[in-house]
């Protein structure tokens, strides 16, 4: 059974930073890529970034160069680490491994304030 538990979600000043936690079970960690969504309210759940298995990343545009996406096999976790946050940045997000389609956690909220 696959489990997702995310952490780190909060309230922030624009301008300010937030690092998002994600903690995995139930898959194959080390080989298993992962992604983050958020679904803003009223809104569609939107992809914002990914990770692949030996590390490489790929951004939203509207994410890239503030938010950064990293991964630890050994705890296996994942973070992201969001900068220069804006408030078109509030959502819950969400991480997801790839391939699993029905997997998801709970989320953990975000709202920056302007």
């Known amino acids: 059974q696959v489990q997702l538990v995310e952490s780190g979600g909060g309230l922030v000043q624009a301008g300010g930073s937030l690092r998002l936690s994600c903690a995995a079970s139930?898959?194959?960690?080390?080989?298993?890529?992962m992604a983050w969504y958020r679904q803003a309210p009223g809104k569609q759940r939107e992809l914002v970034a990914v990770i692949t298995t030996d590390g490489s990343t790929n951004y939203a545009d509207s994410v890239k160069g503030r938010f950064t996406f990293s991964r630890d096999n050994a705890k296996n976790t994942v973070y992201l680490q969001m900068n220069s946050l804006k408030p078109e940045d509030t959502a819950v997000y969400y991480c997801?491994?790839?391939?699993?389609?029905?997997?998801w956690g709970q989320g953990t909220l975000v709202t920056v304030s302007s």
């Open positions: 997801k491994p790839l391939g699993y389609l029905e997997a």
């Open positions: 139930g898959i194959i960690f080390s080989r298993t890529s």
